[in-house]
């Protein structure tokens, strides 16, 4: 059974940078057709998407994200990252990262348990 | 840019059908999915590519799109269905797109 588990830092000063990571278990990421999604969830409220990653490095990103977004991925630990710079309280949210079957009309079928982070100072 | 909007939020009665919409430019000329999303818990798939069924999820969940309007269907509703629901599309400028997500009751 795929699982995945996001690990960073629950809280983060503003205007520093948050880092995630999600770690693939049951599964791998290298060679598969696969893609790998962060999404966002501020409390109360609903989802955001935040980009996408395959295996290879070809990045997709919310275009109103995208000038502070980064997403890389380490095949060899099996894992994928997010790093989100400038932070406000604004970027206060579940992240989640997630399995998507492909990058267009993609459908995210695995979820991790979500990582909550507090912008914060 | 390309956006979905869904109702804030839906009651249906135990046994009863709920509906669930949303609606988006030429959604229909897209794939529509549908999450189930319970308090504390992550989002569970339960409609993609508008009308089909992961493996685990029961067939009163069913799913509809055309014209500018994607449904979710739930037939003969049960207390555990209560959740909020999302539903999700890909487009072309903005890649994926989650309407704002609705609250289902079961009164």
């Known amino acids: 059974q795929l699982q995945l588990q996001e690990s960073g830092p629950g809280l983060v000063k503003p205007s520093e940078t948050l880092s995630l990571s999600c770690t693939v278990s049951g599964g791998s990421i290298s060679g598969s057709s696969y893609y790998w999604g962060w999404i966002r969830q501020p409390p109360g409220k609903g989802l955001q998407y935040i980009g996408s990653i395959f295996y290879s490095g070809s990045t997709y990103y919310n275009p109103f994200l995208k000038s502070r977004v980064t997403i890389s991925v380490d095949t060899s630990k099996n894992q994928f990252s997010l790093k989100l710079t400038s932070v406000t309280a604004a970027d206060t949210a579940v992240y989640y990262c997630?399995?998507?079957?492909?990058?267009?009309?993609?459908?995210?079928?695995?979820w991790g348990q979500g990582n909550l982070v507090i912008v914060s100072s | 840019s390309f956006e979905l909007t869904q109702p804030p939020s839906v009651s249906v009665s135990p046994g009863q059908t709920a509906s669930i919409t949303c609606s988006g430019d030429k959604l229909g000329d897209k794939y529509a999915c549908w999450y189930q999303q319970k308090p504390g818990q992550s989002p569970v798939l339960v409609i993609y590519q508008d009308t089909k069924r992961p493996s685990g999820i029961p067939e009163r969940f069913s799913g509809s799109n055309s014209g500018n309007t994607s449904t979710l269907t739930i037939s003969g509703t049960q207390a555990m269905d209560e959740a909020d629901y999302f539903c999700?599309?890909?487009?072309?400028?903005?890649?994926?797109?989650f309407g704002g997500g609705t609250r289902l009751t079961v009164l």
């Open positions: 999700q599309a890909w487009d072309i400028t903005t890649y994926v797109v």
């Open positions: 997630a399995r998507s079957t492909a990058m267009v009309n993609p459908r995210f079928d695995y």
